[in-house]
């Protein structure tokens, strides 16, 4: 396959063991052969603890031990022989000295782009929670790769829906995809649009956008659907009826000490959906 000369240049991803350890390095190396880029790992187990942020927004860090760390050695030379097979060009495995989205933020600032898996809430969980999640999106500082839990599909652009709101997040979103937008089978833009802006004749977001992805070589169509119940929860739906493989859309959240940083229909997505999502902040 003849590589994309526009593309990323370096995918980190999150390695282990286990099926969704091995999903996230089978996308990776498929991203890989696509740009021509190189794969880092990122060794970060299920026991290892992580950085929070307080309500002053600084970082503390969240002390524990990992027992149950896997060999570093080990998964180096595992992420190397598949490298090897697929005609990749490999990194080495950063370690995650105990702190899961603190080695994955690390990553990130070393790659173009962030592979993990959805976060698992049910026990026993995965490596990645919910909140290590949080973090990596707001201090990563580049696009993240979320992989399903369940489904082991290979990754697939044939039919990208963009989950657009007008909002910086998702316009950064969209211009991080771009790689992925024009390799693209089909590209569908959605605008979510409240009732009161339904009303007011505020909806459309779409022709500035869609004169952008022109100029990019991306030919998108769009549907501007009203709300009838939570984003998140209509989103989904959509996501269900449309058929994508991929969903783009921007990560909201905001500084408070009262509720989760992550927005609601951020975080509905993040660990519900059944589509990879490539999400930035």
């Known amino acids: 396959m003849i590589a994309d000369a526009g593309g990323w240049r370096s995918i980190a991803v999150q390695v282990g063991l286990g099926a969704a350890a091995q999903r996230r390095i089978n996308a990776a190396l498929l ?5 021509d880029a190189r794969v880092t790992g990122v060794s970060a187990s299920e026991n290892a603890a992580g950085i929070e942020a307080d309500p002053s927004s600084s970082l503390r860090w969240r002390s524990s031990t990992d027992a149950g760390s896997i060999d570093r050695v080990t998964l180096r ?18 370690p995650d000295a105990g702190q899961t989205s603190a080695a994955l933020v690390l990553a990130s600032h070393a790659a173009d782009l962030l592979v993990v898996t959805q976060p698992v809430a049910s026990p026993p969980g995965g490596p990645l929670t919910i909140d290590d999640l949080e973090v990596v999106l707001r201090l990563a500082a580049r696009p993240v790769l979320i992989l399903p839990a369940a ?26 995809a771009l790689p992925l937008l024009r390799r693209a089978g089909q590209v569908q833009v959605v605008q979510l649009i409240s009732l009161g802006a339904a009303r007011t004749g505020l909806t459309d977001r779409w022709p500035p956008l869609r004169d952008w992805l022109r100029r990019q070589g991306v030919a998108a169509e769009s549907r501007t659907i009203t709300l009838e119940t939570r984003p998140g929860r209509q989103l989904r739906c959509l ?3 449309l058929e994508p493989t991929l969903v783009v859309m921007g990560a909201y959240g905001r500084e408070t000490w009262r509720a989760p940083w992550i927005g609601r229909t951020t975080r509905f997505m993040l660990e519900t959906s059944s589509v990879p999502l490539l999400v930035s902040h």
């Open 31 to 35: 991203l890989a052969r696509w740009f």
């Open 77 to 94: 030379q595992r992420l190397r022989v598949q490298c090897d097979a697929a005609g990749v060009r490999c990194g080495d495995v950063a």
């Open 151 to 176: 489904k082991s599909e290979p990754l697939s652009t044939r039919n990208v829906l963009i989950a657009w709101d007008g909002s910086g997040a998702c316009a950064r979103a969209v211009a991080d």
């Open 239 to 241: 996501a269900e009826l």
